[in-house]
């Protein structure tokens, strides 16, 4: 039997930072709907804290799906972490700085500041009974000791899915394996894959990542997003349909594709 594996379809957030194209709220319905009915694992439905319209919409996409799990992203602010779980998602996802870069160049923080701040937001969400996965952002820059000082810390916090975010997408097949299978030589957690193309591997070290370890892939429609965009979702279950189980079938993400080509196509 093969090994079942988790599409996280971030279309709706990430694909949507792509040039060229404005979903209207009747738009990201459709699209949630149909990813839905062909049973993607989660949804990321959006930023609540980018508008009242953006909180509206993602309200809409709840109301109207059955089956995914719909999650919202947030900063690692405790303001913002207030405002989005107003939605009522069933995931709250917490985006965290973990590389130096971020942490003492960006933000002019520290290790201590991120710690104390992840955590104290992960607590309000559970608190108010959601479930809760962070983002380690920048993953692919960052110190491994602290990565996995912080895991253990979410863990204790009731935290089970953490996020590697190659958030500049520089990440290559061999340092992907190489940070997964660390991460699971010393913790239990649940590892999800966030991969973005700069490099035109995001497929491949998205491949590279499940194989290690990771049982969440994030991927969006035709692949788009933020700069070159992210693990295309078609290309990857054709490229691993092979070796593991997922809840669809390429015949089905090409329908979608196709159906949601004139609202899309501005990105390609």
Not at 15 to 43: H, N, T
């Amino acid at each position: 039997m093969k090994e079942t594996k988790y599409i996280v379809d971030t279309t709706l957030r990430d694909g949507e930072q792509s040039p060229g194209i404005a979903l209207r709220m009747e738009d990201k319905v459709k699209i949630a709907k149909m990813l839905d009915e062909i049973g993607v694992y989660e949804i990321e439905a959006g930023v609540p804290c980018v508008s009242q319209k953006e909180s509206d919409s993602i309200q809409e996409i709840i109301n109207n799906t059955k089956k995914s799990k719909i999650s919202v992203w947030s900063r690692m602010n405790t303001a913002d972490v207030k405002q989005s779980i107003l939605c009522k998602p069933h995931i709250l996802h917490i985006g965290t700085p973990v590389s130096y870069i971020q942490i003492y160049s960006k933000l002019k923080k520290n290790k201590a500041w991120v710690q104390k701040n992840v955590l104290d937001c992960v607590e309000i969400a559970k608190n108010n009974g959601i479930d809760v996965t962070v983002g380690l952002e920048d993953a692919s820059r960052s110190d491994i000791g602290f990565i996995l000082s912080l895991i253990k810390d979410l863990k204790k916090a009731g935290v089970d899915i953490i996020r590697i975010a190659d958030t500049v997408g520089i990440l290559t097949p061999s340092r992907t394996k190489e940070i997964i299978e660390t991460i699971k030589a010393y913790s239990d957690i649940e590892i999800e894959m966030h991969i973005h193309n700069d490099l035109g591997m995001a497929v491949a070290n998205s491949l590279v990542g499940a194989k290690a370890g990771a049982s969440y892939i994030d991927c969006t429609l035709f692949g788009i997003g933020e700069r070159t965009g992210n693990c295309n979702f078609y290309d990857f279950v054709h490229a691993s349909e092979s070796i593991y189980q997922f809840a669809m079938n390429k015949k089905q993400i090409r329908r979608i594709e196709d159906e949601c080509y004139p609202l899309l196509k501005g990105a390609l």
